[in-house]
């Protein structure tokens, strides 16, 4: 079946350290992934996403790659601001798809202290 | 941008009321979506549509219906409430595609049932 594990959290960090959250999925062909962002008391905003092996999603100066022989897709960033405090989901979408159903990861919660 | 528009931020209801949360997108998508988040267990599917009239039900549909009689509204219906149906409930939405297209959530509706 179709599944997405991400680490747990959460995760507190100084401002300016590095980011790694990890991402491992379950799928049968070549499923896309996605990383949502969700600030308090809003919906999920799409991240970045990656269509196929080896491609590097990226933005707002986060990145993650899709490696499908290790079928992880983890997100990271160089320097986090407090700006960056909020909850991560990490989500995949199955090829064939008849309703572009997602499985959504439980998501990591990110605190960034200045 | 697409937007997706849900009725209520925040709405309190009793116990045994009928209960519906409206979800509008204007970006001509077939498919969308209701999911619940509860802390703890990410988010969780109630049920999906991939076009008007048609319905499928996602992980947990107990207690709940779904209407959607046009392409940009999709209803959720709490039959008759109950305080474990308080929580936070998200609409998506996505074009009809091969899988890679992302889905486009709304600001959520924070229900509480007393």
């Known amino acids: 079946g179709n599944s997405v594990t991400q680490m747990e959290g959460p995760v507190t960090l100084s401002e300016e350290a590095f980011l790694t959250i990890n991402c491992t999925y379950t799928?049968?062909?070549?499923?896309?992934l996605f990383w949502y962002v969700q600030y308090p008391g809003e919906g999920l905003q799409l991240l970045l996403k990656?269509?196929?092996?080896?491609d590097k999603g990226s933005n707002k100066g986060f990145e993650a790659t899709y490696r499908k022989e290790t079928t992880s897709f983890h997100l990271e960033k160089g320097s986090v601001q407090v700006s960056d405090s909020a909850v991560y989901f990490c989500?995949?979408?199955?090829?064939?798809?008849?309703?572009?159903?997602?499985?959504f990861g439980t998501g990591t919660s990110l605190t960034v202290i200045p | 941008d697409v937007k997706v528009t849900q009725s209520s931020r925040y709405l309190v209801k009793r116990t045994g009321e009928k209960v519906f949360l409206e979800c509008v997108q204007d970006?001509?998508?077939?498919?969308m979506f209701w999911y619940r988040q509860d802390p703890g267990l990410g988010l969780r599917l109630i049920y999906f549509?991939?076009?008007?009239?048609?319905?499928e039900k996602g992980d947990i549909p107990e207690g709940y219906s779904v209407s959607r009689e046009k392409k940009e509204r999709f209803s959720l219906i709490l039959e008759s409430a109950s305080t474990n149906q308080t929580s936070m409930y998200l609409c998506?939405?996505?074009?009809?595609?091969?899988?890679?297209?992302?889905?486009?959530f709304g600001d959520g509706t924070r229900l509480s049932i007393l």
């Open positions: 998506a939405s996505t074009l009809e595609g091969r899988g890679n297209q992302p889905q486009h």
């Open positions: 799928a049968t062909g070549y499923p896309s």
């Open positions: 990656a269509t196929k092996a080896d």
């Open positions: 989500a995949l979408s199955p090829q064939r798809n008849t309703g572009n159903q997602f499985y």
């Open positions: 970006m001509d998508h077939e498919n």
């Open positions: 549509s991939y076009d008007v009239k048609m319905k």
